[in-house]
């Protein structure tokens, strides 16, 4: 932990990024070209890229994860898992395939509606996803702090499981695949008749599935 190497690597510039569980990588930046590359390899303590600089990373210790992805936004597909470092996603809007899963110091995603494909897995801090209308596919698996999905009617793919605090679904009648696992606050469900794939599995407080058959 006291020693600090440097590294130079020789990759194509990349346009798939993957940034798992990288809790001493303090900032992405640089002039992205990008192709492939994953961070999510690298040894805790290293800069790398140095020449050319295509990804540059800093590591401050102390469990610090990465604050700034601001150089990221012409990705096509990142990942980032466990950066709860990060809180500021504003430039991340036109990536493709985005997953930002427990990223919990994430808290404003109203940039991402026109994400493709956008995973939120267990981003605990978001409470608002009124902005995300548009998104192909999305995933707000464990996403606690979300109540109000009555903008997410037009989603095509949906997994609100284990989103606890969500008790009203009518406005999801349109959504094709909806996954609404452990939503223990569901009781309504006479609007979803039309959902081509429906998961309710350990939805306990729903009792009529009448208007589903």
């Not at 990373?57 to 990221?72: E, F, H, K, Y």
């Not at 608002?128 to 996403?143: E, F, I, K, Q, T």
Request: hydrophobic share 40%.
């Amino acid at each position: 932990d006291g020693l600090l190497r440097r590294a130079s690597l020789h990759f194509d510039p990349p346009k798939h990024l993957s940034a798992d569980a990288c809790r001493r990588i303090y900032e992405l930046v640089g002039s992205w070209q990008p192709t492939h590359f994953n961070v999510g390899k690298i040894l805790h303590g290293m800069f790398i890229g140095s020449q050319p600089c295509w990804a540059k990373t800093r590591r401050i210790g102390g469990g610090a994860g990465i604050t700034g992805v601001s150089a990221l936004g012409t990705v096509h597909s990142l990942k980032l898992w466990g950066c709860t470092g990060i809180t500021d996603v504003s430039a991340l809007g036109n990536v493709h395939t985005l997953k930002l899963w427990s990223c919990t110091g994430i808290k404003d995603v109203s940039a991402l509606g026109n994400v493709h494909s956008l995973d939120l897995n267990y981003c605990t801090g978001i409470t608002d996803v009124s902005a995300l209308g548009n998104v192909r596919s999305l995933n707000l698996r464990g996403c606690i702090g979300i109540t109000d999905v009555s903008a997410l009617g037009n989603v095509h793919s949906l997994d609100l499981n284990y989103c606890t605090g969500i008790t009203d679904v009518s406005a999801l009648g349109n959504v094709h695949s909806l996954n609404l696992e452990d939503c223990h606050m569901v009781t309504d469900v006479s609007a979803l008749g039309n959902v081509h794939s429906l998961n309710l599995e350990d939805c306990h407080m729903v009792t009529d599935v009448s208007a589903l058959g």
